[in-house]
């Protein structure tokens, strides 16, 4: 298998700048894209792409490394504009991915509410 690491990505989410690092994987049959960043990045996830030579329509598997916003926040709009792509995560991430458990990140901020002050 081959490793393409693209162009760093610039995003604003959450009023910050953030760099995310794209890394695509290659075999004979799969162009593997690992994790893709915050919700609203992915047109500039596919421009970076594009630029690297690597053209969205070609990704056969997104691997979703863990379930930070930073991972798997544009999985839904590239999984909507192409369909195919098949979604993949180990056992652990599973559940939480698939919206069988609750966010562990959901968790901790819940958590946090009761320390916080008033106002």
Request: glycine share 6%; proline share 6%; aromatic share 6%.
């Amino acid at each position: 298998m081959e490793c393409c690491c693209v162009a760093p990505v610039t995003e604003r989410y959450g009023g910050m700048e953030h760099r995310l690092y794209p890394v695509v994987l290659f075999s004979q049959e799969d162009v593997v894209l690992v994790d893709c960043g915050y919700p609203g990045c992915s047109s500039d996830l596919e421009a970076a792409l594009e630029q690297a030579g690597v053209h969205p329509e070609r990704l056969t598997k997104l691997l979703l490394t863990h379930q930070d916003d930073d991972h798997v926040g544009a999985a839904f709009e590239l999984l909507q504009k192409y369909p195919r792509i098949q979604v993949i995560a180990s056992r652990i991430e599973r559940p939480y991915l698939a919206g069988e458990k609750k966010n562990l990140r959901l968790e901790q901020a819940e958590r946090l509410q009761e320390y916080l002050p008033e106002g």
